[in-house]
C-alpha cells in the first residue's frame, strides 16, 4: 500500500480538505491501474504539486479527487467524508460550490464569448449574474486577458486561454483548486502570475493542488507527490 500524509505548515489551518484512502483507478479491466492503492492527505491552506513521468496519471488522480470520476476501489475523501457517500446532486453541488478546475487543455465553449466562459461557473454555483461580471472583470485584469473578453476562444492564444481558464477556476474563491499544467502555455512572467495567484489563494485559506513538470514551480509548493508508473506515489515535502 502507498501511504501519504503531508504534513501541514505550523501557520496552516489545521485539517485536512481532500485525501484518499486505498485508492486504485481502472480505466478497463483488462488494464493495469493507472492509481493503485493510494492513501493520501491534503492539508488545508497548502500547495500541493503533483508530479511524475507522463502517463502517470496526474490528470486522473485530479478527475478522482475533483469527483469527477469515480474510484474503482478505496475511497475519495472531502473533509473526512467518503463521497461515495454523497448522493449525485450532493456531489455536484460540492463540485459547483467549492471546486476550482484548470484542465491540460483550458477547456473553454468555443461557442461564447470569454467573459460569458469565466462567468458560468459563478452562474450555475448560485452567484447574481452582477457579482459574476464584477469578479470575472477583477480577475480577468489581474491576468491580462480583460480587453478579450468579447473574444470567442478560437480568437485568443493558448496563454490567454490558459489564462480565462484560471480567472473560471477562481471565480466563485473555491475552497480547492485543481490546475492540470496550468502553466504549460505560458512564457516564465505569465507562470509567475499564475503561480502566485494560486500560492496567494491557498495562503488565504484554500487548498491547491498543480499537476505540473515544471521543476521550478514543484520548488515553491509546500509538497510534492511524484506518481510513479506503477500508480503508486511517494511523498516529498518541498518545505519544511
Ligand atoms: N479515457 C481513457 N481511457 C483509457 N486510458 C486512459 C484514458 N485517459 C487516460 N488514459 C491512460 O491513463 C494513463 C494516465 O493518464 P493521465 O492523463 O492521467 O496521465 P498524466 O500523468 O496526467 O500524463 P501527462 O503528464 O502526459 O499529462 C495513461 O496511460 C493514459 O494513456
Redesign the pocket.
Known sequence: MTGVVLEPRAAAPVGTAVGTRSLTFT??AA?PP?ICDLTVDVPVGTTTALT??????????LYLLALMIRPTGGEVVWDAVPASRLADAARSRLRASQVGFVF?DALLDPSRSVLANVCDSGLFAGMRRKDAVARARELMARFGVDHREDHKPGEISGGQAQRVAICRALLTNPRVVFAD?PTGNLDDESAAIVWRALTDHAANGATVIV?T?DRSLVALADHEVR?DRSGGAELRAVRP
Do not use: D, F, W
Not at 52 to 61: A, N
Open positions: 480505466y478497463r488494464l493507472v511524475g513521468p507522463s502517463g502517470s496519471g496526474k490528470s486522473t488522480l491540460q499544467e499537476a513538470h506518481l
